[in-house]
C-alpha cells in the first residue's frame, strides 16, 4: 500500500532531486528547502507533510501558474514576501 501524493507534491519531489547533494545533505529526513522571497531570496527547511495541505497547495500553484518550477538555485523558489511565508507555516504548524 503506497502513499498518494497530489500531482503538485509530485512535481516538487522531482525539482528537489535536481538539488545538489550538498544541499540534500542540510536538509532532514520528511524535509524540503524552498527558497522564499521577492528580491533576496532566504532557504527555509519544512516538512514534507505541508505538501499535503490545501493552503501550501494553493501558494504552489499560484508560484507555478505565474513562475513556473524550473529555478536556478536547483529547488523550489516561492517568491512571495518572507512575512506572508513565515505566517502560513505558523498556521500549518498550529494544525
Same mark, same amino acid.
Given at each position: 500500500m503506497g502513499i498518494r501524493l497530489p500531482f503538485m507534491a509530485l512535481q516538487a519531489k522531482q525539482i528537489f532531486k535536481s538539488t545538489s547533494t550538498q544541499q540534500q545533505s542540510n536538509v532532514p529526513k520528511g524535509h524540503i528547502a524552498v527558497y522564499v522571497g521577492e528580491l533576496q531570496k532566504k532557504r527555509f527547511v *519544512?516538512?514534507?507533510?505541508?505538501?499535503?495541505?490545501?493552503?501550501?497547495?494553493?501558494?504552489?500553484?499560484? *508560484? @507555478? @501558474? @505565474? =513562475?513556473?518550477?524550473?529555478?536556478?538555485?536547483g529547488g523550489? &523558489?516561492?517568491?512571495?514576501? @518572507?512575512? !506572508? =511565508?513565515?505566517?502560513? &507555516?505558523?498556521?500549518?504548524? !498550529? *494544525?
Open positions: *519544512v516538512p514534507i507533510s505541508y505538501l499535503n495541505h490545501p493552503t501550501f497547495l494553493d501558494l504552489l500553484s499560484s *508560484v @507555478e @501558474e @505565474e =513562475f513556473g518550477y524550473n529555478h536556478p538555485m523550489l &523558489t516561492i517568491p512571495c514576501k @518572507e512575512d !506572508a =511565508f513565515i505566517n502560513l &507555516t505558523s498556521q500549518l504548524r !498550529a *494544525v
